[in-house]
């Protein structure tokens, strides 16, 4: 989708076309209540990435860009924006009558400070996102132009309002950026405007009556509600109280049954953004997973479509390489051999014999202790099931289940584990989500989700840094061909399976699905059926 | 000296007591607590998915966490001493404002559990020791047992099946609702509709308790001389049993509730998580889980302080109820 042609987005015009009068009249005004677990840490999307905050942040803050399902640009701050074709200067064009919810005016200052003075400095990612932009110039209020060192093909599907929110410059500029008051209490450009947040309770936002989209937001209210117990949870769903629940507000086993109520309807669309995928990190530092043949052999062993149809209820689908198969529509996405279609002792045998892991007398080739992803019970069938298939070809694991910082300081700090069940987001863009897991750059002691096998190879550095900055579709597609079958071969991490996140809601609730950030977008089009 | 003023003084000596243990619970408790594995910036990234070296260097420094342990606890008691419970790591806020907003629906459901509690308990222990043996003592008893002996999520969950979902008489969670923003006095009536269930739910196990010893010591001191004598003095039974035995026997049942206040603001985690209840407890659990040190060192120490308080407290109703008991 990405090309470097001059791209013009007019306006959504069939955006535009709904709104005639009399369609407004039936689908405004509510109050929509959703489930958010667990409560967000803040509201400041510009400091976190943190799920929560992304559930309620976008409808208060905007980012340039949106996305459709498929990952295409929709027009959002930016009206339009250019790519030259070197790919080192990117124009965007705001956006006019833009204002900020306190009335002040948004402009391409804010833009400006929003992603140089405060995404690249305090955003989880953001110095990845935008590691090329050196200078952005604003000839008008109107206008940025990003100046890039290096073509960043990845930096165009990071600009929605979750991955990188435009702030307001006159609130934050000259101020502790941590410190600030926006940070719990937002202030934005969105159709919602924050009211309250009773901490444990609720997150209140009022509809912008400012709003710059014409006619729009139809809901008046929107109400995060914060429910620890799953089981309540899903009382309170079945209960018409909430309207809507993602991610694992609704716990699968009551997914199954709620499914088939009336008025309740599941879907799995509005995660491609998010493009989550269990894995399996080996330590390649350390016996018995420091060689690449005994991570191969584990996954010939592995059944995924097992594991998918017994413990997470059909959702998902089976990985066939280091990249998820929604890369496959920007060229991205290549199957490989040591993930076989049906699992195969035989070759996994084959391969530990050849490299030297002989059974003893009780027929174990290798033990290890398996750390479980704290996430939730299904982790743990997961991990009791690995168990058992890796039983099969002599690796006896057995399981370890900790508190998520305990856990995480034992894998990305201490790199005081065997194998880790696990699962990353591996985002719109490799550069941006995968990157991360495998560079020699990524071995960041005491830093969560980078590379904690410790697997570095100057070879595949080279791969992921080309990748990062060839702009040609076609060429970067060849490239990622390449790093496919490199990360085939070493396998320092093993997919597992795209995860297929469901979202349960009430069906009174209408048109929540037009963004492709599906939990992560503004909610601006969405009504509901009184 | 008049009991008044003995009483007060003996509070000011207790009091005088308590700032020593207070300063030795929180000493202690920040060294428990700082051996947990992980900190507040690997919870805060771990949540956020994703990091940078330096977003964890800028966290920590933040928090103070980059200094030595016995800087961070001096910095800390100096900042008890003025009242400045410090800030939230997790939530970005001061830990004094979070606590104080979840104070009083803890407070709220603590008071009500406690009122039914022993209301009931010691209601339920009186009719079942009156009538010792017969189908009311039994049934009283079974009872009392059942809901001891089952949990509390369990209870919590069927009420909501129960009363939410299948009869509609009841809010499944919340304190509130959040779709209308009542004010005044419809918010009152909103927020006592929503306290009902978990105030039953929590009230059940510990009504067992109560009912259980009411019952046996209500016995106990049905067989002491002085109510032989009181009935040798041809006192009517029932000026017998609430003038003397019941006043007797309340004490055993005062001095229970007393130890269970500080265990309720504790034991109620289960049920303000069932029934989405902001209290406390929950707080203290996901502060525990985000290595939010500040935050949980705040609860305990309102906590000790609520305990201290209620001991104390406890003891004064002790000498009104039995004015053999002098306090000095």
């Known amino acids: 989708m990405f090309n470097i042609k001059q791209k013009r987005l007019g306006v959504a015009v069939a955006l535009m076309a709904v709104f005639s009068t009399a369609a407004l009249a039936q689908k405004s005004g509510g109050t929509y209540v959703f489930v958010l677990h667990p409560e967000p840490p803040s509201l400041a999307p510009h400091l976190s990435t943190s799920g929560p905050i992304g559930q309620v942040a976008p409808k208060v803050y905007q980012g340039l860009l949106d996305y459709d399902e498929d990952f295409n640009p929709v027009p959002e701050l930016a009206e339009s924006f250019d790519v030259s074709p070197d790919g080192l200067t990117v124009t965007f064009n705001l956006q006019r009558n833009v204002t900020w919810h306190d009335g002040r005016p948004f402009t391409s200052a804010d833009v400006r400070f929003s992603v140089m003075d405060v995404l690249k400095k305090f955003h989880p ?17 109107h206008t940025a132009i990003f100046k890039l060192e290096k073509a960043a093909p990845y930096m165009m599907k990071a600009l929605s309002s979750y991955e990188s929110p435009m702030v307001p410059k006159h609130l934050l500029e000259g101020t502790d950026i941590r410190d600030n008051e926006i940070t719990n209490k937002p202030v934005g450009t969105g159709p919602f405007k924050f009211v309250e947040w009773k901490k444990g309770q609720y997150i209140r936002l ?101 594991m998918i149809d017994n413990i997470w209820y059909g959702y998902g689908k089976k990985a066939v390489s280091a990249l998820s198969s929604r890369f496959a529509s920007a060229g991205l996405h290549a199957a490989t ?8 002792v035989a070759a996994a045998v084959k391969l530990l014999d050849d490299a030297g892991y002989a059974p003893d007398d009780n027929g174990v080739r ?46 990305y700090n201490e790199y005081d584990y065997q194998i880790n069940l696990n699962y990353f987001y591996q985002l719109p863009d490799p550069v941006i989500g995968v990157h991360r897991h495998y560079g020699t750059d990524q071995i960041r002691k005491g830093t969560p989700f980078v590379n904690g096998t410790r697997y570095s190879d100057a070879g595949l550095d080279a791969l992921l840094a080309s990748g990062a900055s060839e702009p040609d579709a076609k060429k970067r597609g060849e490239i990622y061909e390449q790093i496919q079958n490199k990360l085939d071969a070493d396998m320092p991490v093993m997919n597992l399976f795209e995860m297929e996140f469901v979202i349960v809601y009430n069906e009174k609730l209408k048109e929540f699905t037009f963004s492709g950030m599906g939990p992560y977008s503004s909610f601006d089009r969405t009504w509901l059926d009184q | 000296m008049n009991q008044t003023v003995k009483r007060f003084r003996y ?239 309340l004490l055993p049942v005062v001095t229970m509730a007393g130890v269970q206040v500080g265990a309720l603001i504790g034991g109620s985690v289960i049920v303000e998580s069932v029934f989405a209840w902001p209290g406390l407890g929950m707080l203290a659990f996901e502060a525990l889980f985000s290595r939010d040190l500040n935050l ?10 609520l305990v201290i308080a209620i001991n104390l407290v406890v003891d004064i109703i002790y000498s009104f109820l039995d004015p053999r008991i002098e306090v000095g």
């Open chain 2, 296 to 305: 949980l060192l705040g609860i305990f120490l309102l906590s000790a302080l």
């Open chain 1, 206 to 306: 009022d509809k912008n009556e400012n709003y710059w989209k014409p006619g729009l937001p139809r809901l008046d209210r929107v109400v995060a509600r914060i429910i620890p117990d799953a089981s309540t949870r899903t009382a309170a769903m079945e209960n018409g109280e909430v309207f809507y629940g993602a991610f694992d507000a609704i716990q699968p086993v009551d997914v199954i049954r709620l499914r088939d109520i009336d008025g309740i309807g599941v879907t799995t669309k509005g995660y491609a953004s998010i493009n989550p995928m269990s894995l399996i990190e080996f330590n390649t530092q350390k016996a018995p997973f420091n060689q690449a043949a005994i991570r191969n052999a584990v996954s010939l062993v592995v059944d995924r479509q097992f």
């Open chain 2, 11 to 249: 509070a000011m000596k207790r009091l005088a007591q308590a700032v020593p243990i207070v300063l030795a619970i929180i000493v202690i408790n920040f060294f428990l607590l700082h051996l947990a594995e992980g900190d507040a910036a690997v919870a805060l990234a771990g949540e956020a998915g994703s990091a940078t070296p330096e977003y964890m260097a800028q966290l920590r420094q933040k928090f103070g966490l980059d200094k030595p342990l016995p800087v961070q606890l001096g910095i800390y008691l100096k900042n008890v001493l003025v009242f400045d419970l410090g800030f939230s790591f997790r939530h970005n806020m001061p830990v004094a404002e979070l606590v104080f907003d979840r104070f009083m629906p803890t407070l709220l459901l603590m008071v009500s559990t406690i009122l039914i509690a022993v209301g009931f308990g010691v209601l339920l222990g009186l009719l079942a020791a009156s009538g010792l043996n017969t189908w009311r003592d039994t049934f009283i008893s079974v009872f009392a047992l059942v809901t001891y002996a089952t949990p509390l999520f369990w209870v919590g969950l069927m009420m909501i099946i129960l009363f939410a979902l299948n009869l509609g008489l009841f809010p499944t969670s919340g304190m509130e609702n959040f779709a209308a923003f009542h004010e005044g006095w419809d918010r009152v009536k909103d927020i006592a509709h929503h306290l009902v269930m978990p105030t039953i739910t929590l009230s059940l196990f510990y009504l067992a308790l109560y009912t259980r010893l009411m019952r046996s010591s209500m016995l106990e001191q049905a067989g002491m001389d002085y109510v032989t004598t009181a009935r040798a003095k041809g006192l009517t039974e029932r000026r017998i049993v609430f003038g003397h035995i019941l006043r007797n026997a």
């Open chain 1, 337 to 344: 051999g040591n993930y076989p279609a049906e699992p195969n």
């Open chain 1, 366 to 411: 290798a033990r290890a202790v398996l750390d479980v992803i704290p996430y939730g019970e299904q982790w743990r069938r997961a991990g009791e099931y690995l168990k058992q298939a890796l039983a099969e070809v002599g690796i006896a694991l057995d399981l370890r289940y900790e508190d998520v910082p305990t856990w995480l300081n034992r894998v």
């Open chain 1, 125 to 141: 990612r953001g110095p990845n996102s935008f590691r090329e932009v050196y200078e952005i110039q604003t000839p008008d209020e």
